[in-house]
């Protein structure tokens, strides 16, 4: 007998895993068609299937998600064997990994909202992306960009949050899938 709870099969795990993935990809898509006023400023919409995954994946899963995300874009900006896959692999494993222990750590005192984990995690990509630009390309002269880099990540971080409260919160959808599948 199956329960509302959990993962009701391995069947139904792959099925969610692999619609966030879809969506990564489909909001990489989205973005690269939208023009940036700097070729390496980015909105970070592929954030939010991992955030809306955190409350609904365990935490392998969640992990899982964001590697299948990494090669999602990299497959979808023709990017995976360059030195820009580097950034983008180093960014979105930073973002995760702080918005997944964050939200460990946090999700039970309610200390955090979706918000914080999107502006944590948007941080978290600027910052590695900034140490691995100082590291292997710009040098010192990284700090003419980190402002920039900063303050957009702040901005779309705190956007992209502010969505997802939203969508959590109001989607008849999401609230079925959180109460099919919350995370133990």
Do not use: H
Not at 56 to 64: C, N, S, Y
Not at 156 to 162: A, K, P, S
Request: charged letters at 15%; hydrophobic letters at 50%.
């Amino acid at each position: 007998m199956q329960t509302d709870t959990a993962y009701n099969s391995r069947d139904d795990k792959v099925r969610l895993i692999s619609f966030f993935t879809a969506l990564c990809m489909f909001l990489s898509a989205v973005e690269y068609a939208i023009p940036k006023p700097l070729p390496f400023l980015r909105l970070g919409l592929t954030n939010l299937p991992v955030l809306l995954s955190l409350s609904v994946l365990k935490k392998r899963d969640v992990l899982l998600l964001i590697l299948l995300k990494i090669l999602a874009q990299g497959f979808v900006s023709g990017t995976l064997f360059s030195y820009i896959f580097l950034f983008s692999a180093a960014g979105s494993f930073a973002s995760g990994i702080t918005m997944l222990a964050l939200y460990t750590v946090l999700k039970k005192s309610k200390y955090i909202s979706v918000i914080g984990l999107s502006l944590a995690g948007s941080l978290a990509n600027n910052l590695s992306q900034i140490a691995l630009a100082r590291l292997i390309i710009f040098g010192k002269n990284t700090r003419f960009i980190a402002p920039v880099l900063l303050a957009s990540g702040l901005v779309t971080g705190v956007l992209i949050g502010i969505f997802a409260e939203f969508f959590t919160s109001k989607s008849k959808w999401f609230s079925l899938i959180r109460g099919r599948y919350e995370a133990s």
